[in-house]
């Protein structure tokens, strides 16, 4: 499997942006939802959107040249696929109200002209829990300090800031990063020591000091560095906004810039950071918004071999 992502990965190096088969690419998920526009359709892959959570949308029709989703105050970019569809990701945020909202698919033709399609998109609640944490290291609480936290935050969402237009991530989807038991949730409301709160944004792998943390899909490496609260942290671009970020770890083995395949030890697992002990943090963003890896994983399902 890791040779099969290899070679996928090295194929996109040396044709650049040559269109490789994207379509094996496209989650494994039937359309629920089709609005029909007037020379197109958006379909939703989805009925209710959660509260931190991706949905995949696409647009149908011969002559659309270019397509993106407005919805939550953001446009969220669709890509044309070698089938002839446009397909992305929207996300609602962790915290977005829970009710209907009123989202657009905005679709300009090969021949210029444009067309706004009108679809109703429901948040529902992430039926997110609260969990207590103490740190026991009174040395670092200037890691509870919500200024260090919203600074770190806005680095991220920087890195994580561009679209890219290749989708990378590889035939295989999104793989679990590391095996081990999944300890804390996603979008868990945390308190720190009584006082601090604040969101999960990924899932804690319980696992041990040295274990291989891999890729969990193709892409390129970002940033590999040292942060104040997610400590030696990895944070790679899978392509159309989806990045996915490795934290706490105690070694690193790769540098930014660099191409990395699907399922490839990029370090080890750490508690550098805000952190109690060894374990392994991943989270991932898709377009500028928190969501959940492990629902993030279900929709990648492969499809069965035919
Ligand atoms: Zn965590």
Avoid: C
């Avoid at 892959?45 to 011969?62: C, M």
């Avoid at 800031?161 to 290749?166: C, G, H, N, R």
């Amino acid at each position: 499997m890791h040779l099969i992502g290899y070679v996928v990965v090295l194929a996109s190096v040396l044709f650049g942006s040559m269109t490789i088969s994207l379509a094996a690419q496209i989650p494994n998920v039937d359309a629920s939802t089709a609005y029909e526009g007037e020379s197109a359709a958006v379909n939703l892959y989805f009925s209710q959107l959660p509260q931190g959570r991706a949905g995949l949308i696409s647009v149908s029709g011969s002559a659309v040249e270019h397509a993106e989703i407005q919805v939550f105050g953001r446009a969220t970019r669709l890509f044309r696929t070698d089938e002839g569809v446009h397909y992305g990701f929207v996300s609602a945020p962790i915290e977005q109200a829970i009710r209907r909202y009123e989202a657009f698919a905005d679709v300009t033709y090969t021949d210029g002209s444009t067309e706004s399609i009108r679809f109703p998109l429901d948040v529902v609640s992430g039926n997110f829990i609260q969990q207590t944490v103490l740190l026991i290291n009174n040395g670092e609480d200037e890691l509870l300090n919500p200024e260090i936290e919203s600074q770190e935050l806005q680095t991220i969402f920087e890195l994580a800031a561009p679209v890219s237009d290749d989708a990378l991530w590889g035939d295989q989807g999104f793989i679990a990063p590391i095996s081990g038991e999944l300890t804390s949730p996603f979008g868990a409301v945390r308190v720190f020591n009584d006082t601090y709160r604040t969101l999960h944004t990924g899932w804690d792998f319980n696992a041990r000091l040295g274990d291989p943390m891999v890729s969990m899909a193709g892409g390129r490496v970002v940033f590999a560095g040292l942060l104040p609260i997610r400590g030696h942290y990895i944070l790679i671009d899978h392509g159309w906004g989806i990045y996915s970020g490795y934290a706490h770890l105690s070694l690193s083995y790769v540098t930014q810039g660099q191409r990395v395949y699907p399922g490839q030890v990029i370090g080890r697992v750490g508690s550098t950071g805000r952190s109690t002990s060894a374990h392994a943090h991943v989270e991932m963003i898709a377009n500028g918004n928190w969501v959940d890896v492990a629902d993030f994983l279900k929709l990648f399902i492969r499809p069965a071999a035919q």
